[in-house]
């Protein structure tokens, strides 16, 4: 299992169901198993695949810990595209694939087309992997095929607003602090460490999550 944490990591994004359009997940069918603790702590705690030691490193911790990178990123791309209308809608096909995808392109471009405008910043306060589906062969070297990866992230949400053109917020003035987010983060392209993005995103509202 992989022993990877983002922790207290901050990152400019947007809370699934905020405000306007919620996005709308696929259901997953992939039997889960515990929740597996990560404990190596940094800021941020993962950089990327990129320049990563991986010499001593399984199939199985490289994919958990590229699936928590790809959920950082899928978080930094949703705040650009909110608080900048000049960044091109297009940049979220990086981090996104299947209905969440389509659900945020809708979102953003209700916001953008309302002159809602996104400022500040959510922090990553705990992510996790809990289970996951990656091709290996009998020695346990990565093979070619569809691979998966759930992730649950405890998010803190009071650092992002967003405001409407005149000037009143557009978003719930009493939410609550810390925000539960869970992702299914699939590569269709493994072993390829590009491949991945969020497919699925199920919480709606303001599901709550254990603080530090």
């Known amino acids: 299992m992989a022993h990877t944490i983002i922790r207290r990591t901050a990152v400019a994004a947007l809370a699934a169901a905020t405000l306007l359009v919620g996005v709308t997940a696929c259901s997953d069918t992939d039997a889960a198993d515990p929740a597996v603790e ?7 705690a993962f950089e990327g695949p990129d320049g990563a030691d991986t010499s001593n490193k399984t199939p199985d911790e490289l994919a958990r810990e ?54 500040g910043a959510i922090k990553i306060v705990d992510a996790k992997t809990a289970d996951a589906g990656i091709p290996v062969d009998d020695a346990g070297k990565a093979v070619s095929g569809p691979a998966w990866v759930h992730v649950r992230a405890c998010t803190d949400i009071s650092g992002m607003t967003w405001t409407k053109s005149d000037g009143s917020p557009a978003y719930d003035v009493n939410r609550p602090q ?3 987010q869970t ?30």
């Open 66 to 119: 590229q699936a928590l990178a790809k959920v950082n990123d899928f978080y930094a791309v949703l705040g650009r595209l909110d608080s900048d209308p000049a960044v091109p809608i297009e940049e979220i096909e990086t981090v996104a694939g299947g209905p969440v995808l389509d659900g945020w392109r809708a979102d953003i471009t209700l916001r953008r087309s309302q002159n809602v405008r996104g400022e």
């Open 183 to 212: 992702f299914t983060v699939r590569n269709a392209d493994w072993p390829d460490a590009n491949g991945w993005r969020v497919t699925s995103q199920p919480e709606h509202g303001y599901p709550p999550c254990d603080t530090p």
């Open 178 to 180: 810390f925000v539960l």
């Open 38 to 44: 990560l404990t190596a702590t940094g800021d941020p």
